[in-house]
């Protein structure tokens, strides 16, 4: 059996896959945040009337890998809102195979709370005949060993505001209301054209959709260098969801986008604004704790076979850069 994926399709440009278990974890029968009818902030406008489970501390198991961006931003949020003892976090290995995650890890190769040594179970155990990549972030009830929901976006979303009677009391309003509707916008710029954007580049299967993605990633990245020419984080003085998002993949950008997503105009140690930026949200405690350099570098250049097919990681960048002064308090 072949366990190897393939991230690209010849000839055409990458498409990312936004279908995803769509069930909320709500404090009540309705989401805490009042504007949640106005900007659903789940995959592909996640549909309201889905399954609801209860949120009850101990009950769930955030399951996310460190080398991960996407389940990065889950760590970086349930840490920053103090819910460590909330919810139970368990971390697969760096690599995985087209079946699923592994907790590699962990001893005997198995999560110490769910028991198991694939993510794939979890999935299975909610639907035995789940069609889709086997994703984290996902949240896992415990007790069932069933995946909650893998919905990336709303799960950071709905820790901020459906666990907030379980932060801790100085935790940071990672969703300011006054700001909500210009920050929609620019976390929806952020995703298509950074997040995603790196993605497109490097999983292109033609020079022309390749071309066409450089340009664009380019052009939000000159855009984000010019935002953040006045204010110290995206939407001003203090930190936002949105900087969350944008970090998990500067704090990725010169160790792999660069040369492995062929992402190389300039590196990011070369836009000072972005740069200081991404090093003082580095330095603000919560958002270093889990990064893992050689997890990281070791989750693209080992699994993306068919862009390295030699499976070599690179040695560099050396990290002790993201230590150094920022300037920008």
């Known amino acids: 059996m072949n366990d190897t994926a393939s991230y690209t399709k010849q000839g055409q440009p990458f498409e990312r896959d936004m279908s995803y278990l769509p069930d909320r974890i709500l404090a009540g029968e309705r989401s805490l945040d009042p504007l949640d ?51 139970s976090w368990g971390a697969p290995g760096p690599t995985h195979d087209q079946r699923s995650w592994t907790f590699d890890l962990d001893p005997d190769g198995r999560d ?51 666990w907030r009677e379980h932060q801790r009391p100085d ?35 033609s020079q022309e959709a390749y071309d066409d993605a450089y340009a664009r990633l380019w052009t939000a990245m000159d855009w984000l260098e010019g935002r953040l020419a006045d204010r110290r984080y995206l939407m001003g003085e203090a930190i936002t969801e949105a900087d969350v998002r944008l970090f998990t993949t500067l704090v990725r950008f010169d160790a792999v986008y660069h040369g492995h997503f062929k992402c190389n105009r300039n590196k990011l140690t070369e836009m000072p604004n972005l740069w200081g930026y991404a090093r003082d949200l580095f330095q603000t405690p919560g958002f270093a704790d889990e990064v893992d350099f050689e997890q990281i570098k070791t989750h693209y250049y080992v699994v993306h076979t068919d862009i390295n097919p030699t499976q070599i990681v ?6 002790a850069v993201w230590l150094t002064p920022h300037g920008r308090a």
């Open 37 to 87: 009818e106005q900007f659903p902030s789940g995959s592909k406008d996640s549909p309201r009337d889905v399954p609801v489970w209860e949120a009850a501390p101990g009950r769930y198991r955030l399951v996310a890998a460190r080398a991960c961006p996407w389940a990065h931003r889950s760590i970086i949020v349930r840490t920053l809102l103090g819910l460590e003892d909330v919810i």
């Open 112 to 162: 110490p709370v769910l028991g198991i040594e694939r993510l794939q179970e979890a999935y299975f155990a909610r639907q035995a005949d789940y069609p889709r990549g086997i994703t984290v972030p996902a949240i896992v009830d415990v007790e069932s060993g069933q995946v909650v929901t893998n919905d990336f976006p709303q799960i950071t979303h709905d820790l901020s505001f459906e």
């Open 171 to 205: 935790a940071p309003d990672l969703w300011p209301a006054d700001l909500r509707e210009e920050m929609e916008e620019v976390m929806k710029r952020v995703f298509t054209e950074v997040n995603n954007g790196v993605y497109r580049c490097g999983f292109a299967g």
């Open 314 to 319: 690179p040695d560099g960048p050396d990290p």
